[in-house]
T-cell receptor
């Protein structure tokens, strides 16, 4: 158990809908990262937040947005969903802010999103 | 552009044998970090080992060790005394201004 929690574990929704994925980092970690892993693919970095502020942005679509709240949990919002958005979405957390790799990231169990 | 390349999509090894997974990366930065993550069938991402680029000494964690060749931008993972529980996807990762992952190597340990 990494200490990072993600809800829900599974999500099935229809095209055009909007969903929210939730992540709680490990106790003491200030950074939260979101990744997308499509079937049999590697991980695509989406976005990073540090202590409530956006710190780095990767290959995140305009239909996707995220935020980190004062209690440090984070939410990833996916809207106007398409079939191609079906994937495993991981959240990870670490102590550090910038210098992404200065501390290792601990991953949550992921949320499996299926768009039908 | 910063990239991570894993040229071996699939590998297999006999139980108790040694296997080496390859990873190369491209960057213009002088200081960075490299990681190997393991993703078993449960899909949980598990950190295996970490290497800081400014350290010449290769990192070691029990049966896992790396061969870090900074000039060649190579970062291979050696698994000694392979166990059935080592069966998983292994991802090499590099940090620059973002966290970059390779496409993974699927390792199967054969009894």
């Amino acid at each position: 158990d990494s200490g990072v929690t993600q809800t829900p574990k599974h999500l099935i929704t229809a095209t055009g809908q909007r969903v929210t994925l939730r992540c709680s980092p490990r106790s003491g970690d200030l950074s939260v990262y979101w990744y997308q892993q499509s079937l049999d693919q590697g991980l695509q970095f989406l976005i990073q937040y540090y202590n409530g502020e956006e710190r780095a942005k990767g290959n995140i679509l305009e239909r996707f947005s995220a935020q980190q709240f004062p209690d440090l949990h984070s939410e990833l919002n996916l809207s106007s969903l398409e079939l191609g958005d079906s994937a495993l979405y991981f959240c990870a957390s670490s102590v550090a802010s910038g210098g992404l790799g200065s501390n290792e990231q601990y991953f949550g169990p992921g949320t499996r999103l299926t768009v039908t | 552009a910063q990239t991570v390349t894993q040229s071996q999509p699939e590998m297999s090894v006999q139980e108790a044998e040694t296997v080496t997974l390859s990873c190369t990366y491209d960057t213009s930065e002088s200081n960075y970090y490299l990681f190997w993550y393991k993703q078993p069938p449960s899909r949980q991402m598990i950190l295996v080992i970490r290497q800081e680029a400014y350290k010449q000494q290769n990192a070691t964690e029990n049966r896992f060790s790396v061969n870090f060749q900074k000039a060649a931008k190579s970062f291979s993972l050696k698994i000694s005394d392979s166990q059935l529980g080592d069966t998983a996807m292994y991802f090499c990762a590099f940090t620059g201004n973002q966290f970059y992952f390779g496409t993974g190597t699927s390792l199967t340990v054969i009894p």
